[in-house]
């Protein structure tokens, strides 16, 4: 009897599992921004049904799919691609993402606080929710530019060597998927018993913007003052607060404000 209790609890672990991972897969959409090659637009969808991924949506004024190269690099993922979403722009692309997630191998002090790959999957689980995702990836010549990464609430940084810092956007896609995958496949599990919902925590964030601009905290150019605010919510976001920690962050808010009332 004892062997059956101990198989009924390793397949409900399985069962849970295997219900998150269908979360994961059904929240997360690759989107290509300006991709340049209708060959890596196919390996894309390729890669990403090797590793259990079906959401696909491309940023560019033409199809790729009008090219048959696209069709011949999709071995095995014909449906993918033809599934796949255009979009004319980023703005009509992110309508209906509740987060989005840069790609970059760029360095420097701007990127500090970018996420690793191995990273990723820890940062989502614990206070996402798996809620619609995207992740975004840059052409194969230069990556996503600057202004697009500023439309990421995360940026993820995968590091490459100096001498060619530059990947194929298939291999990126690949290797994120990959990261998402293997946590899949190892038991992933969701630790997000007393953390705080994702949107307490956005509502925390907008509230404390508004007051820091009232009080004049927030100075110089716009995009200085979005800045301040993305590195702020970055480390909020990495902090990943529990319910009490939250409430915790809201009397301190409160405090203020009516100090400075």
Not at 1 to 6: F, I, L, S, Y
Not at 24 to 53: C, D, E, H, W
Not at 204 to 229: C, H, P, S, V, Y
């Amino acid at each position: 009897m004892v062997p059956e209790r101990k198989k009924s609890a390793s397949g409900k672990k399985a069962g849970a599992a295997r219900g998150l991972w269908k979360r994961v897969t059904q929240s997360v959409r690759i989107l290509l921004v300006r991709p340049l090659y209708p060959g890596n637009v196919g390996s894309v969808a390729r890669v990403m049904k090797n590793l259990g991924f079906r959401r696909l949506g491309i940023v560019s004024d033409l199809d790729p799919r009008e090219e048959p190269e696209a069709f011949w690099m999709a071995h095995g993922a014909r449906d993918l691609l033809e599934a796949a979403s255009i979009h004319k722009d980023l703005d009509e692309a992110l309508s209906s993402i509740d987060l989005a997630i840069g790609t970059t191998s760029r360095k420097g002090t701007r990127w500090r606080e970018a996420l690793e790959p191995e990273g990723l999957v820890d940062t989502l689980t614990a206070g996402w929710d798996w809620r619609p995702t995207a992740l975004l990836f840059g052409p194969e010549d230069r990556g996503l530019s600057v202004k697009e990464l500023s439309r990421c609430r995360w940026v993820v940084r995968i590091p490459t060597r100096e001498d060619c810092p530059s990947m194929n956007v298939s291999h990126a896609v690949g290797l994120i998927c990959y990261i998402l995958a293997r946590g899949n496949h190892a038991g992933l599990e969701c630790n997000r018993s007393g953390a705080a919902p994702p949107e307490e925590t956005q509502r925390l964030m907008e509230e404390a913007e508004a007051f820091l601009k009232e009080t004049n905290f927030l100075t110089g150019d716009a995009a200085r003052k979005q800045t301040a605010m993305r590195h702020l919510q970055r480390l909020i976001v990495r902090a990943s607060p529990n319910k009490a920690e939250l409430a915790l962050l809201w009397a301190v808010l409160r405090h203020m404000e009516r100090r400075a009332r």
